[in-house]
């Protein structure tokens, strides 16, 4: 079975930094583009950082410069180091795996195969 296990999320004061893990299991990186998404109440669940079979990473504007998106094959975990978080970055952050590409990339949750259960970043001004 797949499953993808988010763990690191957390709450942390403004201008700090947070690493967020993905452990995955039941299938092999290199068919799947692989990313993390984040969702805050009443707004709709967005791509933020994605990275392909082939290590080609893609950043939402808003996170560009401030989040690395990482892959370590050998433990099957996904990283996203986020630093210089600020208020607007607090959300449900959640690991995902896609097999197909909408619009090019798998930035767009609407390629997403496999979710994780998500885990909770919370920033304080």
């Known amino acids: 079975d797949v499953q993808l296990v988010e763990s690191g999320g957390g709450s942390v004061q403004a201008g700090g930094s947070l690493r967020l893990s993905c452990a995955w299991y039941?299938?092999?990186?290199?068919?799947?583009?692989m990313g993390w998404y984040r969702q805050v109440p009443v707004k709709e669940r967005e791509g933020v950082a994605s990275i392909d079979p082939d290590d080609n990473t893609i950043y939402a504007n808003s996170v560009k410069g401030r989040f690395t998106i990482s892959r370590d094959n050998a433990r099957n975990t996904l990283y996203r180091q986020m630093n210089s978080l600020n208020s607007e970055d607090t959300a449900m952050y959640y690991c995902?795996?896609?097999?197909?590409?909408?619009?090019?990339?798998?930035?767009?949750?609407?390629?997403?195969?496999?979710w994780g259960q998500g885990t909770q970043v919370t920033v304080s001004s």
């Open positions: 995902a795996a896609a097999a197909g590409l909408v619009g090019g990339t798998c930035l767009d949750v609407r390629s997403v195969d496999y």
């Open positions: 039941g299938f092999t990186y290199r068919t799947y583009c």
